[in-house]
Structure formats: C-alpha cells, structure tokens
C-alpha cells in the first residue's frame, strides 16, 4: 500500500510517496503553487507534473494535499476534483496546507503554526480540529 502527502506552499511545493510502513518511496520538490499567486490552472498543472514525477504507474490507497490558498471555497473544489479524476479509487482529501503538521501527528492534541509567506495557527483537541 502507497500514501502521498503534498504540501503546496507559496515558496515551494513538496510531494512525498511513502509505504504502509512509513518508508519514503519517493520524494518531489517543485517551485511555488499558490492558486492565489499562480493561477488555479497553473495550480492544477503543478499538482500533475508533481504526481508524474512521483508516483509513475503507483496507485496510491489515500491522498492528502495540503494546498495554501486553495484550503477551501472554489479553489478547494477544483483540487479535490482533479485528485479524484486522477486516483478515482483512492481516498481523497485536501485542505490548507496547515493541516499536514496536524494529520502527521498520532496525539489527539496538536497544534501547527505556519510562519512562512502567510501564517496560520491550527489546533486539534481531543481529536477534534479546532
């Protein structure tokens, strides 16, 4: 079983394809992808260029992409869309790009702070996200 984890940022973008044993497969590092900065379209073009580069003939069981600027709205919609169109059998999720530091973490209390190009602050207490 292969998960990927993408983490699309406003200064780089990193995409990680690991197994069920937490083991890194594969490792991709691409240039900025905020849909706020970029376009959606250009967004959209990163993501597939990064999961080429990653993943190859891999069908992975579950994907997250933690995509700054584009955590929610329409945005959020048009990521979620292509996922799906591209891994139509996998778990699907995506969201702000925060929410990788909380769903990497095993505890039911979390927190991430993001001081990059924006900065955000995200609590999980007793499993539930703030």
Same mark, same amino acid.
């Given at each position: 079983?292969?998960?990927?984890?993408?983490? *699309?940022?406003?200064?780089?973008?990193?995409?990680? &394809?690991?197994?069920?044993?937490?083991?890194?497969?594969?490792?991709v590092?691409?240039?900025?992808?905020?849909?706020?900065?970029?376009?959606?379209?250009?967004c959209?073009?990163l993501?597939?260029?990064?999961l080429?580069?990653?993943?190859?003939?891999?069908?992975? *069981?579950? *994907?997250?992409a933690?995509?700054?600027g584009?955590?929610?709205?329409?945005?959020?919609?048009? *990521?979620?869309?292509?996922?799906?169109?591209?891994?139509?059998?996998?778990?699907?999720?995506?969201?702000?790009?925060?929410?990788?530091?909380?769903?990497?973490?095993?505890?039911?209390?979390?927190?991430?702070?993001?001081?990059?190009?924006?900065?955000?602050?995200?609590?999980?207490?007793?499993?539930?996200? &703030?």
């Amino acid at each position: 079983m292969y998960f990927v984890g993408i983490d *699309v940022g406003g200064t780089k973008s990193d995409f990680l &394809l690991c197994d069920e044993n937490e083991n890194e497969i594969s490792r991709v590092i691409l240039g900025a992808g905020n849909p706020n900065d970029i376009g959606i379209d250009e967004c959209i073009t990163l993501l597939g260029a990064g999961l080429d580069a990653l993943c190859g003939d891999i069908t992975p *069981v579950a *994907v997250f992409a933690g995509v700054s600027g584009a955590g929610y709205g329409e945005y959020a919609v048009r *990521v979620r869309d292509f996922l799906k169109k591209r891994f139509p059998n996998s778990i699907i999720e995506n969201g702000p790009d925060a929410l990788n530091l909380i769903y990497c973490s095993r505890s039911k209390n979390a927190g991430a702070l993001i001081c990059g190009t924006g900065s955000l602050l995200f609590l999980r207490v007793g499993g539930k996200l &703030l």
